[in-house]
């Protein structure tokens, strides 16, 4: 049939301008429908009687194959129009930079494809200033850092400079006393766990504070380890109500790494009641009615391990409260002009103070360790007790010894 219709193709076309007009068109439909009929595949009908199996159209795989390259159709057309808005977007940067706008150097596609989500050119132009100086603040910091390192190789090579011939042949002595020096701080450390005066480190408010204000203490932990380990008399610490596995433990042994099991000091889960008897022990804390007026060296002073920036006031007093503990604070008022801040000091600055008054028992020497910036200075104490013997000298009256006011008054 195909080979029918090919060979009278060309003889229909030739015929079909000289038949008439009402039956032109007959011929086209006719012509038309064989054609294709030539171009339709033909199916081959079911037939009983023959051997081969119908082959039946897999409709289901074909609706999947379907589906499948219009979904690929739509993705490549999402992909595309996204393409096109992220390369405006670079255009546009481009074109703001040579303009001398305030744009940053290095964009990442995060923050490429926020700005192209951005509503409006004015939160477009919001975004790029915080970018900018979002960027700039990083370059000030790299910079300042790099000045840094090298103002202190600058300052490595200048003593290296100035140092003679003779003290660079004593270089290996000054490291042999160093080493000495460590070696005597350890003594004392062994020292003083065994016969030195205890000092507890009260570890029960880390759910009291923040991260931030958890990993300040243990950093002032560290800075008061380190001034009782490089003291003449140190205290003995304790570390006490430290969970294992709480998030004190885990900082401090994240800091001090492998000498966490090599300090000498002592660190245990215990309450500081269940290690000493409570008329012995003194809780410090700036809440306390009693004032601290002498380092009493029988005793064993408490400091709680807790760092407050949103001013939590009475929390360690009540705690001593509950405990049944007597408490005390430092004498501030008494000898400094307070002028701002909060009376709360930090670890390293109490410790510090409590080794003074240990060692000295001047509280002018050991007040030295409060921050100037939070008094003005230190008060005359013979004058203000003057001052306060004057305030509280009884009235005397100004009527002689045998006048009527007298005699009435007796009465």
């Known amino acids: 049939?195909?080979?029918?219709?090919?060979?009278?193709?060309?003889?229909?076309?030739?015929?079909?301008?000289?038949?008439?007009?009402g039956k032109r068109r007959n011929l086209y439909s006719t012509i038309l429908q064989r054609y294709m009929s030539s171009k339709v595949p033909s199916l081959s009908c079911y037939n009983k009687d023959s051997k081969s199996p119908l082959k039946q159209l897999e409709l289901d795989g074909w609706k999947t194959t379907m589906k499948s390259s219009i979904q690929e159709d739509g993705v490549s057309v999402v992909s595309d129009k996204d393409e096109d808005t992220l390369t405006a977007t670079r255009e546009m940067i481009e074109m703001r930079r040579?303009?001398?706008?305030?744009?940053?150097?290095?964009?990442?596609?995060?923050?490429?494809?926020?700005?192209?989500?951005?509503p409006s050119k004015s939160a477009q132009k919001k975004y790029l200033r915080f970018l900018y100086s979002k960027e700039k603040m990083k370059k000030a910091k790299q910079l300042k850092k790099e000045m840094r390192a090298e103002a202190r190789e600058e300052a490595k090579k200048a003593k290296l400079l100035e140092t003679t011939t003779a003290e660079q042949q004593d270089f290996m002595f000054l490291r042999l006393w160093d080493r000495q020096i460590n070696i005597a701080m350890g003594w004392k450390g062994v020292?003083?766990?065994?016969?030195?005066?205890?000092?507890?480190?009260?570890?029960?408010?880390?759910?009291?504070?923040?991260?931030?204000?958890?990993q300040n203490a243990v950093s002032q932990l560290l800075e008061s380890e380190g001034w009782n380990r490089?003291?003449?008399?140190?205290?003995?610490?304790?570390?006490?109500?430290?969970?294992?596995?709480?998030?004190?433990?885990?900082?401090?042994?994240?800091?001090?790494?492998?000498k966490w099991d090599k300090l000498l000091l002592t660190a245990t889960e215990k309450s500081p009641i269940d290690l000493f008897p409570k008329d012995s022990i003194i809780y410090l804390t700036a809440d306390s009615p009693n004032i601290m007026t002498t380092f009493k060296?029988?005793?064993?002073?408490?400091?709680?391990?807790?760092?407050?920036?949103?001013?939590?006031?009475?929390i360690s007093l009540a705690k001593a409260k509950r405990l049944n503990l007597a408490t005390e604070r430092l004498p501030l008022d008494k000898y400094l002009q307070w002028d701002l801040g909060s009376k709360n000091l930090t670890l390293d600055q109490m410790i510090r103070i409590l080794l003074c008054m240990k060692n000295t028992g001047n509280w002018e020497e050991a007040l030295k360790f409060v921050p100037k910036r939070k008094h003005t200075g230190y008060l005359e104490i013979p004058q203000h007790s003057k001052v306060v013997s004057k305030l509280k000298k009884p009235m005397t009256s100004s009527f002689p010894k045998g006048s009527l006011n007298v005699r009435t008054r007796k009465r």
């Open 230 to 258: 490089r003291d003449v008399d140190p205290f003995h610490i304790y570390f006490c109500n430290l969970k294992t596995e709480s998030a004190y433990h885990r900082e401090l042994v994240k800091r001090y790494s492998e």
């Open 297 to 314: 060296h029988d005793k064993i002073y408490i400091i709680g391990s807790f760092v407050d920036k949103n001013a939590q006031t009475g």
């Open 1 to 21: 049939m195909n080979v029918t219709v090919r060979f009278l193709r060309p003889f229909a076309r030739l015929m079909v301008p000289f038949t008439p007009h």
């Open 98 to 118: 040579l303009l001398g706008a305030e744009v940053p150097e290095h964009i990442t596609e995060e923050e490429l494809k926020t700005l192209s989500e951005c």
């Open 191 to 214: 020292q003083a766990m065994q016969f030195g005066q205890p000092l507890v480190f009260d570890m029960d408010y880390e759910n009291y504070m923040k991260r931030v204000e958890l």
